[in-house]
């Protein structure tokens, strides 16, 4: 689990910060703040179900355990979050993730408004 954890964070530390996308502002994340965020999420065997980067959104969309996870981080702050089933779809199945998963998602804040 820790290499897995070391891979995730690794990929969003390759990532390019001189692009049209920089880390803006220095407050923390609220539940309703709109956010400029890099994330991918992926299930606890290493298959990933989403990736996104520059993405924007506000955090109140997110599954709670998410949302729970980013509040209160500042922009340029990267993060290993991992959602239980329960903060997360369940039981229900949500496209390439069956029903009870445990997602971990490594994100880095770009931005908070």
């Known amino acids: 689990m820790r290499s897995l954890l070391l891979a995730l964070v690794l990929t969003l ?20 703040s709109d956010v400029s965020i890099d994330y991918r999420g992926q ?4 298959t990933v179900v989403d990736e996104q980067y520059c993405f924007e959104a506000n955090l109140s969309t997110f599954v709670v355990g998410f949302q729970e996870g980013v509040v209160g981080m500042v ?14 779809y369940g039981a229900v199945q949500r496209g390439p993730i069956p029903p009870n998963s445990t997602l971990i998602f ?8």
């Open 43 to 46: 299930l606890e065997n290493g």
């Open 75 to 88: 922009p340029g702050e990267e993060k290993v979050i991992t959602v239980p089933p329960e903060k997360g």
């Open 106 to 113: 490594a994100v880095r804040l770009r931005s908070v408004d």
């Open 13 to 32: 530390a390759a990532c390019d910060t001189a692009d049209p996308c920089d880390i803006r502002g220095s407050s923390p994340a609220t539940v309703t």
